[in-house]
């Protein structure tokens, strides 16, 4: 193995889009359309990065015919993979879109039991190929079975070996992974409160706990409004970034589009002030797209600078 980005996901998703016209509570729902793509964010953020031509491999775990789907979708769109197997069933994640409010509803399941021996012989394989990656990203639920600070065991072995890490995570792996200090991070505001229990109102407020992060040693703090947009702070910069006006198709993989923008930017080695464009443009073209389709290149380059941003 030796991809220059590695993305892990170890709860991968058959993500099943389903377009309703709109929601009636307790009653008959038709779908208009409805489509399946391979989920999960580490999933996402690989595909992503091959559109951006950048060389990463997507690993994980993966249980079952749905798991088989899922693999199968990144060979055809030329993504190395390497996935454990696992008893059981690679989880369906079901997003429900309403046309009236444009917005997407997410259903998702707890994913397989992953038995001790698949996480150890994984944990096996990632050490060595952490050694060829410079940058490794992990995203994610955790299945049943794979304990909580297993973010913190992965980043520890990444940072050991020089890799940097981006982590987009939730509640407590989201809190044990940043004990071992990844280089960046993706909280959306609700992840970040969440981390802190607490609310911010201002931006001000925001940057002032991404700056409690920085402190420990996070190089960069990404934190993702939905369609107010992002912030994006480092220990001497923080910037906001508003994105150009679009049609909400499904916001499922805007987050993870962000994270493989990031990823970018650190490779090409660009500015905060681009990095915080690249990062919203990326989320916000994403979400004007159908299902868990994610932005392209070109898609990026064209909105970059429609991007509004000013300092905090
Ligand atoms: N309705 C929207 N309109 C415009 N941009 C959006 C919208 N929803 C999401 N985005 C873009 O995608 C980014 C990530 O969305 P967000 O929902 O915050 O992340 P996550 O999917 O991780 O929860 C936002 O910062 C924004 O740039
Ligand atoms: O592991 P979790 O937290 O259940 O999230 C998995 C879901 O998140 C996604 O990766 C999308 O994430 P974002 O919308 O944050 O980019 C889906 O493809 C997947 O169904």
Redesign the pocket.
């Known amino acids: 193995m030796s991809s220059k980005v590695l993305t892990i ?1 170890l ?1 991968p ?1 058959l ?1 099943k889009t389903v377009t309703i016209e709109e929601f009636v509570s307790g009653g008959l729902n038709r779908i208009k359309a409805w489509r399946t ?8 953020v690989a595909k992503a990065l091959k559109h951006f031509v950048v060389d990463v491999a997507s690993w994980g775990l993966t249980a079952g015919h749905q798991g088989k789907i899922v693999t199968e979708q990144l060979t055809g769109l030329g993504i190395p993979g390497f996935f454990i197997e696992t008893e059981g069933e690679t ?1 369906t ?1 079901l ?1 429900v879109y309403v046309e009236c409010t444009q917005e997407t509803t ?1 259903l ?2 707890a ?1 397989f039991t992953v038995s001790r021996k698949a996480l150890h012989e994984f944990i096996e394989r990632y050490t060595d190929a952490v050694r060829n990656a410079s940058i490794v990203v992990l ?4 299945p049943p079975g794979v304990p909580d600070d297993t973010y913190n065991t992965l980043i520890e072995i990444a940072n050991r070996a020089g890799a940097r890490t981006v982590l ?3 509640g407590e792996p989201f809190r044990h992974g940043i004990e071992a200090v990844p280089y960046a991070i993706k909280p ?1 505001i609700h992840e970040l409160e969440a981390l802190f229990n607490e609310t911010f109102q201002t931006d001000a407020e925001i940057v002032s706990a991404a700056r409690r992060l920085t402190g420990k040693g996070i190089a960069y703090v990404s934190v ?1 409004l939905g369609a107010e947009g992002s912030i994006l702070v480092s220990e001497t910069e923080a910037v906001r970034a508003k994105p150009f006006p679009i049609v909400p198709l499904s ?9 493989a923008a990031l990823v970018y930017c650190l490779l090409e080695g660009k500015p905060l002030v681009e990095m915080a464009r690249w990062t919203s443009a990326a ?1 916000t073209v ?1 979400a004007s797209k159908p299902g ?1 389709e994610v932005c392209t290149l070109a898609e990026v380059e064209e909105k970059v600078s429609k991007v509004t941003i000013w300092p905090l």
Do not use: F, H, Q, W
Request: zero cysteines; hydrophobic letters at 20%.
């Open positions: 996901t709860n998703a993500d793509d391979a989920g999960g964010k580490g999933i996402n989880r994640n997003k997410e998702n399941e994913g995203g994610g639920s955790l987009d995570a939730d959306n993702s916001t499922v993989g805007a987050g993870d589009s962000m994270v989320g994403t868990t």
